[in-house]
């Protein structure tokens, strides 16, 4: 079993930043691909990020390509989540989620594909 806790969350101006950081507990950090997803009202939760159990491979949903910069902290237990030039349509509720896997290129984008979420934390932008 793994846990997660998101933290970070809260309300900025477009074009501003945050950091989201997601805690986890429970199991060996480094043999888990992490996820973030966020889900806006009325919409179906979305890929946002990943990143492989190193760091060393990330993958991004276009909508936040350039924009936000996932990483790990396996000493840490510890995943985080760069978010700038934030948008009013970033507005959404960001989950993390774990996942394991014993290959060093495994992309999940699937939300399905997922075994662990955390509960969530809000974003909201405003323009």
């Known amino acids: 079993q793994v846990q997660l806790v998101e933290s970070g969350g809260g309300s900025v101006q477009a074009g501003g930043s945050l950091r989201l950081s997601c805690a986890a507990s429970g199991r060996t950090f480094s043999n888990y691909v992490m996820g973030w997803f966020r889900q806006a009202p009325g919409k179906e939760r979305e890929f946002v990020v990943g990143?492989?159990?190193?760091?060393?491979?990330?993958y991004y949903a276009d909508s936040v390509k350039g924009r936000f910069t996932i990483s790990r902290d396996n000493a840490k237990n510890t995943v985080y989540l760069q978010m700038n030039s934030l948008k009013p349509e970033d507005t959404a509720v960001y989950y993390c989620?774990?996942?394991?896997?014993?290959?060093?290129?495994?992309?999940?984008?699937?939300?399905?594909?997922?075994?662990?979420w955390g509960q969530g934390t809000q974003v909201t932008v405003s323009s």
């Open positions: 990143i492989n159990w190193s760091g060393g491979l990330t």
């Open positions: 989620a774990a996942v394991y896997s014993d290959s060093a290129y495994s992309t999940p984008k699937s939300r399905y594909q997922y075994d662990y």
